[in-house]
């Protein structure tokens, strides 16, 4: 494993030459999106200016190009996940749309009234408001893994909650407390129940090595945007008997077989799954990120954030001591880069906005994790998080940017 | 940091710090709503009494939680309709908004010709202290939290005025 | 209105400096999906080098002005079509994403069994297949418009098919025929049996000038990547009380107000149906699409493909004749750039392959059309399509390669 | 127009123009089985007449409509099998695939290693005519349009099979 050289690395991102303020930007909001290097932004205009064309469809050489390049990036996507097969891939718009493919195709065909699905007080939205529309419509019974006080599961009564489960719908890594919860147990106790297991790899699989094999998932959800990849396009991994089991989610052009006045057949899988025209740019650049994520590799990845998270919990106890409250593990092990904190009295609204007096770009809120922030007993937190292009000087940065907003609030 | 002091003007941060009228008040006979800033988990409480036979605003407590300027913009907006009667706290809300529109609903074109309309709907209304929230039209991400309370009194009234027709 | 000046025009695509087998490109497939020019490319590019961020939930700058740029998009595509509202436009991936919208949110809370939805013989799969799934779903009763022997709709038992209607779904624009469809009174028939009326406008809107309210229309669905902007994103228009009325579609962050472990409560449109991050450098490049139409303007668009699109038939007819089928209607008032075509017993995708050699991009195949092939008459045909970009050597071009396809197959 | 004539050799464009065993067979005793592609729209419609007791294609008859390739592929297909023994047809059936399979599946990786799987295939299979198919995996598109005969047999088999036992 080489270390990644992170001068030369934000030299990839041409955004990080951007000033505000006059100064230059600090960002330290991977978490909600991931900045985009070069490489993803010209395997993107390469496609634009020289093979676009819809897909699937035209024989001519163009199309074929496109085509030939769209499925390439699904072998990518699939091999970045150590998926088995690239059919395995549905392209979706995110992974919030991945989660809801599940919920109206798998679920609502195999869920009755009475059914429960598992999931935890650290979901986000994205993983919790499907089931609760499921929940509503169907009768189906939604339960909660509770918080632990280090900020991890409290797994005391899983085997309760997973009696009689159809579904556990649970986070690889939190995006509020950086969290890393371990699939692999969760799996075997929820396949013992007969459960099935969707997992939110949103925040994992941009940060640490993912192999859904590993993890004996049924169902796994991640988005582009997060990983250094374009908006527009997220995927859903499951394994192919599930996807061909299932029934077809959105319907119209490519997902169809033949199309009849009185009826239609679907496509194989992954087409069925992908009605009408799909991201394909999207999907290109999709493929050019997880390259460039390969390339350097995800073991030097997570072992520099683990290094430069560790640094930044460091510095901000060692600077601000009790004026810091973080909401998430202590140790750098099993947590990403997700710092949350309340500061000083200051809400995280107020700290974000004078942060950004000096270019540091930072979440403030509740993190669509309105369930999670209840538990924790506050309305909102300010939420640094690290990727790849981030340094010891960016910690720095927000370490005095977090000082000045001391001092301006000071009552 | 120069911008910073035309968002936090002192007077918002002294209502920030020492927020009025915060409390609740048994309900009936006063009027409890709830607001919520989706985007940010801002929450305003208001707690509206109404005496029918005047229409005016008996009395006013608030509660919830929320950044400086949502808080602060709270308790500006509860010290300024106490004891108000309610045509003039409908013109008070108006005004508010009147003076946030340009930039609140950033789906609304680029304000053009709003002008007027804006002239019209401050024509007479004295906002006092609440002038100080204007700093935070430069800041558009902060206008809901500016908001957020006088759009709740406004659901307040709305629902009162129903529980009464 | 100025007219166009295509050889100017076509410097702003730089695909069309490809090219393909030592030819230059002569891309004929704009009904498929459109070429980009470098005003929407660089818009994209410009949102990923400066300002890019997740939208909504940022205080800091950059988050602030991806922010303000997602919003003024959404206000460009609703002027585009005069749209009362911009809250009215919700970005979906694609056209067919915005029609299953209408299928899962609108017709599944306001369809029973035993209500009808009426449709027509041309339309595409992706307004054709959600229904379906319906119908089969809710036993909903599904009608059809047929097609006269003049390409267009044979309107003569209109009523009759709308007697008991909730909903007629149908194309401005076919995509395989070029038939326009006159919407207005089509509108008015349905809303006098109290039927609403969503119209499919993917091919309608990027080549006529669009106008929601002279329609008179309840839903319009279009994509994006067909009126020269990217993929992976779409518009659902509607009426705001309609999209204040109807359920959620997809759940998920962005699109609640409040969630708590018992439930939530939604957003207000158009965010609550725009469940997860959405696609926010690709509505940038939407909006960037429809002010490069707007400055061209859309009847001088229209009036270039009204002339391009008759001396494309005309020029068809001469050098063919009876060797050549026409599928569409003859005239070019009331029908659009979209020419398909059966050609001298030879397959349309050799045809297709033929015209390859010469760089020339057609699609062959059965355009997502399959009830209309049948009624047709025909596996599949041969369609060129026109859009701004092109002129008439493209069409001499298009002659010239059908030609030595016909040399190649001779007997 | 140099790589067409890699793809439409003239035998096949003999086979689209004449195909051979065009028609219907009685069923049953014959097994019908109908091949569509999503992407185009071509389609087979294969008659199978399988002899139980010698376990021989009795007869074939094809109909369906598509481009040359796909139906060039067809005829030269029910000329192939017609008469042969199932477990040469089973062969058969998988040689022709392994001819195509380096690029058939576009999701299927690089195809890198496939290369002695082939030779496994071929060994000891005279394709006969339908090498004249090879021209086609220049043409990754139209793979599927020369497969689609193959698949749909491979599926009347499978049928047939499962009708028997
Ligand atoms: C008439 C019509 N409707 C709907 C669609 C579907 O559009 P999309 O694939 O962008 O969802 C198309 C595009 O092929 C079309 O031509
Ligand atoms: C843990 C988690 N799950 C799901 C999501 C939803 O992702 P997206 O908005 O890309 O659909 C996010 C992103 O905010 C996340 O952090």
Not at chain 1, 159 to 187: E, F, H, Q, Y
Not at chain 1, 192 to 201: I, M, R, T, W
Not at chain 2, 6 to 11: G, K, Q
Request: overall charge negative; charged content about 25%.
């Amino acid at each position: 494993m080489t270390a990644l050289d992170i001068a030369k690395l934000k030299r990839d991102f041409p955004i990080l030459e951007r000033k505000v303020n006059g100064k230059r930007l600090v960002y330290l909001d991977s978490a909600s999106s991931a900045q985009k290097p070069l490489a993803v932004l010209n395997a993107m205009d390469e496609c634009h200016r020289n093979y676009y064309a819809n897909i699937h469809r035209g024989v001519y050489t163009i199309a074929e190009e496109a085509t030939a390049a769209f499925e390439a990036a699904r072998r990518k996507v699939a091999q970045f996940v150590n998926a088995p097969r690239a059919e395995e891939i549905i392209f979706t718009r995110n992974a919030t749309e991945a989660i809801n493919l599940v919920a109206y195709s798998w679920a609502r065909a195999n869920l009755r009234a009475g059914d429960a699905i598992v999931l935890s007080h650290m979901e986000h939205h994205s993983n919790v408001v499907p089931w609760q529309m499921l929940a509503a419509e169907r009768g189906v019974e939604l339960r909660w893994i509770p918080l632990a006080p280090d900020f991890r599961l409290d797994l005391s009564n899983l085997d309760a909650l997973l009696d009689g489960a159809r579904l556990l719908a649970i986070s690889a890594m939190s995006n509020v407390l950086g969290t890393i919860n371990d699939i692999r147990p969760l799996a075997d106790a929820a396949h013992a129940h007969g459960a099935l297991v969707l997992v939110d790899a949103c925040q994992y699989v941009p940060h640490v090595a993912t192999d859904v094999q590993q993890w004996d998932a049924d169902f796994i959800a991640f988005s582009s945007h997060k990983l250094l990849g374009p908006t527009g396009i997220g995927a859903l991994w499951s394994r192919l008997e599930l996807l061909e089991a299932m029934p077809p989610f959105l319907g119209g052009g490519e997902m169809i077989r033949d199309v009849r006045l009185d009826g239609f057949t679907t496509n194989d899988v992954p087409w069925k799954f992908e009605a009408g025209t799909p991201a394909i740019v999207e999907a290109v650049g999709f493929g050019a990120a997880v390259d460039y994520l390969s390339a350097l590799g995800m073991d030097a990845v997570r072992a520099h954030e683990v290094s430069l998270t560790g640094y930044a919990l460091e510095a901000l106890r060692d600077r601000f001591g009790e004026s810091l409250t973080i909401y998430g593990p202590t140790g750098v092990d099993r947590r990403g880069g997700a710092v949350s904190f309340l500061f000083d009295g200051i809400h995280a609204h107020d700290v974000s906005q004078v942060l950004d007096e000096d270019a540091v770009c930072v979440r403030a809120g509740h993190h669509c994790a309105k369930p999670l922030m209840r538990q924790l007993g506050v309305p909102a937190t300010t939420r640094a998080s690290f990727y790849l292009y981030n340094d010891e000087a960016d910690v720095d940065a927000l370490v005095e940017a977090l000082a000045k907003a001391q001092k301006f609030f000071a009552v | 940091m120069a911008g910073l002091e035309d968002l936090y003007r002192e007077i918002i941060l002294d209502h920030y710090r020492s927020p009025r009228n915060r409390g609740e008040l048994p309900v009936p006979p006063a009027h409890k709503v709830e607001g919520f800033n989706p985007l940010c988990g801002d929450e305003v409480v208001l707690y509206l009494d109404v005496d029918p036979e005047s229409d005016m605003v008996r009395d006013v407590k608030i509660a919830g939680q929320g950044c400086s300027i949502s808080q602060a913009s709270t308790s500006m907006m509860s010290a300024a309709v106490k004891g108000r009667p309610l045509a003039e706290v409908r013109q008070l809300i108006r005004a508010f908004k009147a003076l946030m529109s340009i930039h609140e609903s950033k789906l609304e074109g680029d304000g053009e010709g709003d002008g007027s309309d804006l002239a019209a709907e401050l024509a007479g209304v004295r906002l006092g202290d609440l002038e100080a929230l204007q700093g935070v039209v430069k800041f558009p991400v902060r206008i809901k939290c500016a908001t957020l309370a006088w759009n709740t009194l406004q659901q307040a009234l709305d629902e009162t005025a129903q529980a009464q027709a």
